[in-house]
């Protein structure tokens, strides 16, 4: 074993034009930058997405408000949803997976950097286009601007005759144009987890992190083709008198909601996938102990993504499908809970006779464990396909599912967001802010999203710019909508905590947390070229074996 | 002043890993397979029930010539890619300019059947259900037909100036991958098209 | 109407008069228990863990034994969920048989049901009866079932039937018949709303079905089989109804208003609210709503016709003849 010491002196330069510095992000296909710019973009639209968010809850806090119309009301709930889930929890998992997976497997870059970019500026295109909707919808007066059909745009209400102007079309073009930048990501996380991996990072050797990546990638190869097939197809019905979508020709709206769900259920594993891979590289670093069981893990991940190809109509069970039909979805569902278990209970083994250190990010990663259990729960209730006949379209399901985005994938990030902070900029966040943030946000979360299921159960219907008083939904939305502004505090924080710690925030040194994968061999920020040498590695934990040499994980795996 | 610390051990072996090209264009192949997939799955689905205007049976005449044209320009880029191997450049060349001209006649061919369907049989995109997924889903194809085109003619021109050598045969032969599909495609749109719609 | 302060709500899921919500109840009465153990137990671990492996104050630093993992363990938290999965998947396979593959008896109500946007249409085949926005069914004696069944169909886009204390909703999609069915053994009122986005009111496409007695609905059924009566007082209303643009979408048996775009209004104070549901059915509302329906249901599909103050009194007094 040789040991070789490399020196860098940083030198200091006077600070280039903001000009060529500007130039210098805009062309750069660095997958650190480009990484930081999805993120960047993603925080943005985390906080229109919110705002969004709140403008609905302000609107329901009581019966028969008049805050907004019925129709900014309807624009509202559809930009919020496709905000959300295109332009900033997809970005964000690109951004983190582009910032570290070729870190994390001792490479210098991305396979293909210049597809890198190339992709990351379809994405942020595609964004921009969706509001410019705001101002440039023109059309029908009353019917141009903000697309209102709902994220999932169901047919044929996005026909011309039922969605005349262009709100539609802004909808339909930005997500197919940021859908071809979410296949060319995902072709290159492939690429580079498979061929560009160091010497001796065997696929049984690298972190959980990319094993989990490579399954996202997968899965958005197969998935996200059948909804730009779908939006080709809509255009085709809106533009070229196409009818494909088209009833009074014959053709089917139920098979817009197959194409759709087909992508939209394997969709939400694209996000979830990335938050359990950032709980499964915190939670053992927090709890000083290796992951439990990591074959099993990657095995259930796999079959995780399988079985989400087979599970899409379990969001059709109210559309009139056979008996036949339903029990065949209930079935692939319900099946899908057994690898997520596993994952779960592989989590609380891995913490088992640990040290638990529970620093900011491991605090958002237990709170996840907490929340995607419920948040499993519930959608095993769902699955059950009667009880799916009370529920669905009720904010039960709307509580379940927020439930999953926020309380397991956006409680993760935050958790993500504090760990590799140090790496990404060299400095420390405060603690004390990232542990008011975290309490704000979870006394939120509860309140909205906990309440949140008592008015479906009460039979709220969801998508409703305004409520009947009387049915007893009042108090529950009254409480759902003090919970977000917990939310939006602790947001506030959070986004406050990392622009100070970013300039004035202690330095944080290449490893800050003692822990044990290839990203935190390297300064931080890593240099453009990442590693000086590129590392040769005998196991899944190389830092572990470099500082416990008596006591190396290869011995063991 | 930062250091870092890298600890090599010995490698006992060689290291190596797929081609990164090579598997970025099956991971495109996949993208592009499921885009296909749902336009066949709707062609399929819509058999028989288009409430008016020509069936498939009355206006469909199966391109066997067409097909043939295309199925061979599979075998022809193969052989420009083993012949750029062998770094035999006139014939690379040759089958290499063959390929696009079979391409070419292919899509020259289909402007034909279609202009013939639109003006002779009255079958247009908005006719009904069989003329929305027939156009739909063999514009696809043909599109994808015009990108391959498009990328082969950009190869024809480089070589024309003397710059692709043998050093390019594993590129060319990673391009020539997503002509295979394109060809695949087309096996399947037939079928589907051409024998089970019909 | 039942808003019964034990039901939490007039809407509760858990509050079930008809068969199908009935087994629906059931079924997730087992659900619910089944994942209120697993939650206590995993719940239970989760504190557990969290509690007992902190790291002490006064700890060390050395790090813990390194576990990689046990096949036995995995194992066991494999096979006891899938055991979980069959017996969930059994219970919930029994139950969608039971609702979704009974046949229609002899003597079942048959009602069609068309979604618009944003009204509902009720329409009795075997009665011929044309109503609109208020159904009303007969009382089934759990003795002798006399269900209603229902044909789901649309005239426009998406919706859903959903009135929770009688069954599970169902989607009305254009081209694809559904079909549903109730039996309700309380008699009173039962509320409900669509429940698929359908455009700009959904929110307003609200539903109230009234379950009669066996009298009752025969009598109701009779009223809405007979035509208008013509009525004298309100004939100027009628004619300025005949002569606008009303009577391209609405219809009233009798006369020759036949338009079906909008709600038929033949017994139209036999309805309790207006604008399908959207407001009570009073002189006052129902002024507003002619004069500008935008003033209850904003980007409903009624026009303003711009009738002058006199004209709206006119056709409301004649709507108001209309029993």
């Not at chain 1, 989990?212 to 083709?225: D, H, W």
């Not at chain 1, 949140?452 to 159960?457: A, K, L, Q, R, S």
Request: aromatic share 14%; with cysteine; hydrophobic share 50%.
């Amino acid at each position: 074993m040789t040991t070789a010491e490399i020196t860098l002196v940083r030198t200091d330069v006077r600070p280039r034009p903001l000009v060529e510095r500007l130039h210098e992000w805009v062309t750069t296909v660095d997958h650190k930058r480009l990484g930081v710019m999805y993120i960047v973009y993603a925080l943005v639209f985390l906080v229109i997405g919110g705002i969004e968010a709140t403008i609905m809850r302000i609107q329901l806090v009581a019966p028969h408000q008049d805050f907004v119309s019925p129709q900014v009301f309807n624009r509202m709930f559809t930009m919020h949803g496709t905000t959300m889930i295109f332009f900033v929890a997809m970005p964000v998992m690109f951004g983190f997976a582009n910032y570290l997976v070729p870190l994390m497997i001792g490479a210098r870059d991305m396979a293909f950097p210049r597809l890198n970019a190339f992709s990351f500026w379809l994405t942020a295109f595609g964004g921009l286009l969706l509001y410019f909707s705001f101002l440039g919808g023109s059309g029908v007066y009353g019917a141009g601007n903000a697309p209102d059909v709902g994220w999932f745009a169901y047919a044929p209400l996005t026909a011309q005759t039922f969605s005349p102007g262009h709100s539609t079309d802004y909808w339909t073009l930005s997500l197919l144009v940021s859908g071809f930048g979410s296949i060319g990501t995902a072709i290159n996380i492939l690429a580079t987890i498979l061929c560009m991996r160091c010497p001796g990072m065997t696929l049984g050797k690298m972190p959980l992190f990319t094993w989990l990546n490579l399954t996202m990638s997968g899965l958005v190869l197969i998935v996200v083709s059948p909804l730009s097939a779908a939006q080709i197809m809509l255009l085709v019905d809106r533009y070229l008198g196409g009818h494909f979508f088209d009833t009074q020709a014959g053709g089917s709206a139920v098979i817009w909601m197959h194409f759709f769900w087909v992508f939209g259920h394997p969709e939400v594993y694209v996000l979830v996938i990335p938050a359990f891979a950032f709980a499964s590289e915190i939670i053992p670093v927090f709890s000083r102990k290796a992951i439990f069981g990591y074959p099993i893990m990657v095995a259930a991940t796999v079959c995780i993504g399988f079985i989400s190809i087979s599970v899409w109509a379990h969001h059709m069970f109210t559309v009139g499908m056979s008996p036949a039909g339903n029990t065949f979805f209930v079935l692939s569902t319900m099946a899908i809970s057994v690898p997520t278990g596993i994952k779960l209970f592989n989590w609380i083994a891995t913490m088992w006779g640990g040290k638990i250190q529970f620093g900011t990010p491991m605090l958002f990663c237990a709170a996840f464990l907490f929340q995607f259990l419920i948040a499993g729960l519930t959608g095993i209730m769902l699955s059950v396909a009667p009880f799916d006949w009370q529920l669905a379209n009720s904010y039960f399901v709307v509580a379940h599912f927020h439930y999953v985005i926020v309380g397991a994938i956006l409680f993760t990030l935050f958790g993500a967001f504090y760990y590799w902070f140090p790496k990404f900029s060299g400095r420390m966040y405060r603690e004390t802010l990232g542990k008011l943030h975290f309490w704000l946000f979870i006394i939120g979360f509860h309140l909205t999203f906990d309440c949140m299921h008592v008015p479906g159960i009460l039979g709220m219907p969801r998508r409703i710019y305004t409520y009947e008083p009387g049915r007893g939904w009042d108090t529950w939305n009254l409480l759902v909508t003090i919970g977000v502004f917990f939310q939006g505090v602790g947001t506030l924080v959070f986004v406050g905590n990392l622009l100070w710690s970013y300039f004035k925030g202690e330095i944080a040194g290449s490893d800050p947390w003692d822990a044990w994968t290839l990203e935190w061999t390297t300064e931080s920020p890593p240099p453009v070229y990442n590693f000086a040498e590129i590392p040769v590695v005998k196991s899944r934990r190389p830092l572990w074996d470099l500082k416990h040499p008596e006591d190396p994980d290869w011995k063991y795996e | 002043m930062s250091s870092a610390t890298a600890t090599i051990h010995e490698t006992d072996g060689v290291w190596t890993l797929p081609a990164r090209g090579r598997v970025g264009m099956y991971a495109l192949i996949v993208a592009e397979a499921a885009i296909f997939t749902i336009f066949v799955v709707a062609y399929l689905f819509y058999v028989g029930k288009s409430l008016t205007g020509p069936m498939p049976a009355d206006v469909l005449h199966a391109p066997i010539f067409l097909t043939i044209c295309l199925l061979s320009s599979s075998l022809t880029i193969h052989l420009a890619v083993t012949a750029l191997r062998g770094a035999r450049s006139s014939a690379f060349l040759m089958w290499w300019l063959l390929t696009i001209v079979l391409g070419t006649v292919f899509l020259g061919g289909t402007a034909r059947e279609w202009d013939r369907l639109i003006y002779e049989s009255g079958l247009t995109i908005r006719t009904n259900l069989f003329g929305t997924s027939y156009y739909s889903l063999v514009g696809l194809h043909a599109f994808h037909v015009s990108a391959g085109l498009l990328g082969l003619s950009t190869v024809l021109v480089f070589a024309l100036r003397g710059d692709v050598g043998r050093e390019h045969s594993e590129r060319l032969d990673v391009l020539s991958l997503y002509w295979h599909f394109v060809d695949v495609v087309w096996i399947v749109v037939f079928t589907v098209v051409y024998v089970i719609g019909r | 109407m039942n808003t019964a302060a034990p039901l939490f709500s007039p809407t509760n899921i858990f509050a079930p008069v008809s068969t199908p919500a009935d087994s629906i109840f059931e079924l997730s009465l087992f659900v619910l228990s089944v994942t209120a153990v697993i939650f206590v137990i995993v719940f239970g671990l989760l504190v557990y863990v969290v509690v007992r492996f902190r790291r002490r104050a006064d700890d060390d630093g050395s790090e813990p034994p390194q576990v990689y993992g046990s096949y036995e363990v995995e194992l066991a938290w494999t096979i006891v969920p899938m055991l979980i999965v069959v017996a969930l998947f059994l219970a919930t396979a029994r139950v969608i048989a039971s609702v979704q593959l009974t046949a229609a008896p002899p003597n079942a109500v048959d009602v069609v049901v068309i979604g618009h946007q944003y009204w509902w249409e009720y329409r009795y085949p075997k009665l011929n009866v044309v109503t609109a926005n208020e159904l009303h069914v007969p009382v089934s004696d759990p003795a002798h079932p006399t269900p209603t069944f229902m044909t789901l169909l649309s005239a426009d886009t998406d919706h859903s039937f959903w009135v929770p204390r009688l069954a599970g909703k169902t989607d009305l999609i254009p081209n694809h018949p559904n079909s549903m069915w109730i039996d309700p053994h309380e008699t009173g009122v039962y509320l409900g709303q669509c429940a698929q986005y359908c455009g700009t009111q959904h929110a307003k496409m609200l539903l109230r079905v009234y379950v009669d007695s066996r009298e009752d609905f025969d009598r109701w059924i009779e009223a809405q089989r007979r035509p208008a009566q013509a009525n004298a007082a309100a004939s100027r209303g009628q004619q300025i109804f005949e002569t606008t643009a009303c009577v391209n979408c609405h219809a009233v048996a009798g006369t020759p208003a036949d338009g079906r775009f909008g709600p038929d209004l033949t017994h139209f104070m036999s309805r309790e609210t207006i604008a399908s549901g959207a407001a009570l059915n009073t002189p006052d509302n129902l002024r507003l709503w002619i004069r500008n329906p935008d003033a209850l249901k904003p980007g409903s599909r009624m026009p303003a016709m711009n009738l002058s103050d006199q004209d709206v009194n006119a056709v409301a007094d004649y709507l108001e003849s209309l029993r």
